[in-house]
């Protein structure tokens, strides 16, 4: 055990094997030891299979053992009857970033989320403090900090109230900031770090962006609730929309007495809105809205009960059973993927009626599958779809034909590692 600059032995180290799945040890069994001051450890009596190698010691971090194909893990792989002996284990000082995120006046923002990018993935992730401070330590190496603003929630939920403002002003909403103050990886400076450094005062200041409000009334609120809220909005970024971090924690918003909902903040880009009851037993299809410099007014969102869709499942090849079909559901995953599958039971017909459907495009699939089964084919009226249907027009009428063919193909094989071993 090793300092990696020093080259000097490390002592009071603690190293731990974690022994792999396929070893099926006892939940929770580790083995560990503490280095001497030659920097010296010994680990015995280990059954012989994979093994995951951590170092911990303070201020230190330590460095994964290069492979001969030049990655790098802490993989340790003991054979029957061989021992693992002079390992070199090498840890470094890690690194210290500190700094505060502030706004556009120079004042610090509390509770904002900050990642510290390396080789274009996140190496960690902190959250600024209620003075808007925050400090991570790394390994050495060079990296981008982003202050991801966007995704600290700042959408005003008003609940069917409208803030009335006099001075013209907006809710303030800030864009992703990369040190010191770029919109863009671009135009950020990147931090190099040594093994030990440092780097303090590494302030991000935020960019504001331009903020709308999107405001509307909900229909078909169900009744004798009083005052109490009978309906919520929720607003999430469009999946293709490139917005990945844009308010996804944002809170729904509940309904006002007459229908009304308001989100406040909101910045420009491609949304979906979409509405339920309290109660779960109405819901409105999914709306997409396009937000760009001015308010969107007036959306209508409407409750219903969805439509009923009908169809029927026939099974192919391989000998039948008589209850093969009502062992079967029928399910439509949304695409993308928003809340709640949707699915109904098959009887012994094969028949099946899917209730509540919305308009929109779904995934087919149907569980459980009989043995060495697969799904054929998926038809609405006549056309047929690779197992994504498309239901964004009316649906009166329509019929869903699924085929399931018993004679699926198999694939065989086994996982092993480098030596040959199974893994």
């Known amino acids: 055990m090793?300092?990696?600059?020093?080259?000097?032995?490390?002592?009071?180290?603690?190293?731990?094997?974690r022994p792999s799945d396929s070893q099926k040890m006892p939940a929770g069994t580790i083995f560990g030891a503490i280095s001497t001051r030659e920097g010296k450890f010994s680990i015995q009596s280990l059954a012989p299979g994979t093994y995951h190698l951590?170092?911990?010691?303070?201020?230190?971090?330590?460095?994964?053992?290069?492979?001969?194909?030049?990655?790098?893990?802490?993989?340790?792989?003991?054979?029957?009857?061989?021992?693992?002996?002079?390992?070199?284990?090498?840890?470094?000082?890690?690194?210290?970033?500190?700094?505060?995120?502030?706004?556009?006046?120079?004042?610090?923002?509390?509770?904002?989320?900050?990642?510290?990018?390396?080789?274009?993935?996140?190496?960690?992730?902190?959250?600024?403090?209620?003075?808007?401070?925050?400090?991570?330590?790394?390994?050495?190496?060079?990296?981008?900090?982003d202050a991801m603003a966007q995704n600290s929630g700042r959408i005003q939920n008003m609940g069917g109230l409208r803030e009335i403002r006099n001075d013209g002003a907006s809710p303030r909403v800030f864009g992703d900031t990369f040190y010191p103050s770029s919109l863009t990886k671009d135009g950020a400076t990147p931090l190099d770090l040594g093994p030990g450094q440092h780097a303090d005062g590494i302030d991000i200041h935020l960019t504001p962006l331009v903020s709308v409000t999107i405001s509307g009334k909900v229909s078909g609120l169900p009744e004798g609730r009083g005052n109490f809220p009978r309906a919520f909005v929720s607003l999430s970024p469009a999946p293709d929309s490139g917005q990945t971090g844009s308010f996804i924690s944002s809170a729904p918003a509940q309904v006002g007495p007459n229908g009304e909902f308001t989100f406040e903040g909101v910045a420009p880009g491609r949304y979906l809105i979409s509405a339920r009851s309290m109660d779960g037993g109405t819901r409105s299809a999914v709306m997409e809205v396009a937000v760009q410099s001015s308010d969107v007014t007036n959306l209508s969102v409407a409750l219903s009960h969805g439509e009923t869709l009908e169809g029927t499942i026939q099974i192919e090849g391989g000998k039948p059973q008589s209850t093969d079909t009502e062992k079967l559901s029928v399910v439509l995953e949304s695409v993308p993927r928003r809340g709640e599958d949707i699915r109904a039971d098959a009887d012994g017909e094969g028949a099946f009626r899917i209730q509540g459907v919305f308009p929109g495009k779904f995934k087919v699939r149907v569980a459980p599958l009989p043995e060495n089964a697969y799904l054929k084919s998926v038809k609405v009226g006549a056309v047929e779809s690779e197992g994504t249907i498309d239901l964004t027009s009316a649906m009166s009428g329509v019929h869903l034909g699924i085929v399931i063919d018993r004679n699926g193909g198999q694939v065989e094989g086994a996982v092993l590692n480098k030596d040959g071993q199974p893994s």
């Open 2 to 17: 090793v300092d990696a600059v020093s080259h000097q032995p490390m002592a009071g180290v603690h190293i731990i094997l």
């Open 54 to 145: 951590e170092a911990k010691c303070n201020g230190y971090i330590l460095i994964p053992a290069k492979t001969p194909d030049g990655s790098y893990n802490n993989i340790i792989q003991l054979k029957a009857g061989e021992d693992a002996r002079d390992l070199l284990v090498t840890m470094t000082q890690h690194a210290v970033v500190t700094g505060r995120v502030l706004d556009e006046n120079g004042d610090p923002v509390p509770r904002v989320p900050v990642a510290i990018q390396r080789d274009a993935r996140s190496e960690a992730q902190t959250d600024t403090d209620d003075r808007g401070q925050y400090r991570v330590a790394l390994p050495p190496g060079r990296y981008y900090i």
